[in-house]
């Protein structure tokens, strides 16, 4: 069997969106490709006085609908080919969103794991020297990804405040709030998430108490998991990198936030208040809703089948592969795709934008009303197209999608086609 890359496995839900569309094939060809990607080696001066050098990329896929919008993730196993697809997502989540942004993604090949504070400083800023011509308030906006956060994003903005001279701080998001970051940024794509399967719950026929799982307990999983326990549900199985615990009676999650924060894993709180180290994978566990929040391709052709769950949140970036797909609808496991289901983060992140625009910046309360209506409206409408061209709704997340893109790319005129 012929193996692809990742973008193209991506581009396959392209297709199958394009075949309920009557578009013009420009479009897709358009959207099949990035726009630019930039590659350059940052060296940067070690601790031990050594000098030593990471590759990274920053890519702009597509800005027919406004500047490009994407995070910048510092792991060992980037690749371009990951942040290409990444990108792709972006450009799709931003569409399904309404938000006037393209989309766009960056990364830097390291474990931050591996460096001091001071190192990685230098990383960050050094990633901001190199780009500094590709990202702008207008032009390409990034934020926090894995492995960075709002420190990493604050160090990012005051290097491009640096660098043109003046104060800027619209052209990155997930900020400190001291630094012009929004309330609501922290727990945004989880609650994003949550608003969606409370407004679609009648709709999924979902148990008034759910049996939750949750793979992945990093940011997005530790707030799924306290969303959904506020609300009475049982969060019975949850994993990071070093293994699953799990409680049939429901996990005390105050005590699994508790061991990430003192840098522990979740399976050190095994023992205490009935939880158990899980063997085999969590994507298996018997549960109502399987919460996907780690990393790409976590549910395969080779696990999808013993996927238990009723429904699937999908809180990572492409956690499902297609394979996995096919044999999750003939199952008749629903799933909330990621272009919707994660898309909370992206938007508090416009919203974020918006303030610095404005120099008025709004109460969490305000950021979460808004977040909610936009969440259930577009949910709403993507139900809608699922039901009514009997697709599953990552089909119809995109047939949505590439509808705006369409009119926006077919507005731009032919000739952009050639020449953007």
């Not at 009557?22 to 031990?48: G, H, N, S, Y």
């Amino acid at each position: 069997m012929t193996e692809h890359t990742m973008l193209e496995d991506a581009l396959i839900r392209l297709d199958d969106a394009a075949a309920h569309l009557d578009i013009d094939p420009d479009v897709i060809e358009k959207l099949k490709f990035a726009r630019e990607t930039t590659k350059v080696r940052l060296m940067i001066r070690m601790d031990d006085g050594s000098r030593k050098s990471f590759l990274a990329w920053r890519c702009r896929y597509d800005d027919t609908r406004g500047p490009t919008k994407g995070g910048i993730r510092f792991h060992p196993d980037s690749t371009v080919d990951e942040v290409e697809t990444l990108a792709f997502w972006m450009t799709f989540k931003c569409a399904v969103m309404n938000l006037p942004y393209g989309g766009g993604k960056g990364a830097v090949q390291v474990d931050p794991r591996k460096l001091s504070k001071s190192e990685l400083e230098r990383l960050s800023r050094a990633y901001i020297q190199a780009f500094a011509g590709v990202i702008g308030p207008d032009r390409d906006i990034p934020a926090p990804d894995v492995y960075t956060n709002s420190m990493i994003m604050g160090w990012m903005a005051d290097e491009y405040a640096q660098i043109v001279g003046q104060h800027m701080p619209a052209v990155i998001t997930g900020k400190p709030i001291a630094l012009g970051g929004s309330l609501g940024r922290g727990d945004a794509t989880a609650r994003g998430g949550y608003y969606l399967v409370r407004h679609l719950a009648a709709d999924l026929g979902l148990a008034e108490t759910m049996r939750v799982a949750v793979q992945g307990f990093g940011n997005a999983g530790q707030h799924i998991a306290q969303l959904l326990a506020a609300d009475g549900h049982k969060v019975i199985a949850a994993s990071d990198s070093e293994g699953t615990v799990h409680a049939p009676d429901g996990l005390h999650v105050d005590l699994l936030i508790e061991a990430k924060q003192a840098g522990r894993s979740v399976v050190s709180t095994a023992g205490r208040g009935g939880h158990e180290v899980l063997k085999g994978d969590i994507v298996a566990t018997d549960c109502d809703l399987l919460v996907p929040a780690a990393l790409e391709n976590m549910i395969r052709a080779d696990n999808a089948s013993s996927v238990r769950a009723r429904l699937v949140l999908e809180l990572a970036n492409g956690p499902v592969t297609p394979e996995a797909d096919d044999i999750l609808a003939k199952a008749g496991t629903i799933v909330l795709p990621d272009i919707l289901a994660n898309a909370g983060g992206v938007t508090v992140s416009y919203f974020e934008w918006v303030q610095n625009r404005q120099g008025y910046y709004w109460p969490v309360e305000e950021i979460h009303d808004r977040l909610r209506t936009i969440m259930e409206r577009e949910g709403r409408a993507i139900w809608e197209v699922a039901s009514q061209k009997s697709v599953t709704m990552r089909t119809a997340a995109y047939v949505h999608a590439l509808g705006r893109l369409a009119d926006a790319i077919e507005a731009h005129g032919t000739q952009s086609f050639f020449t953007s």
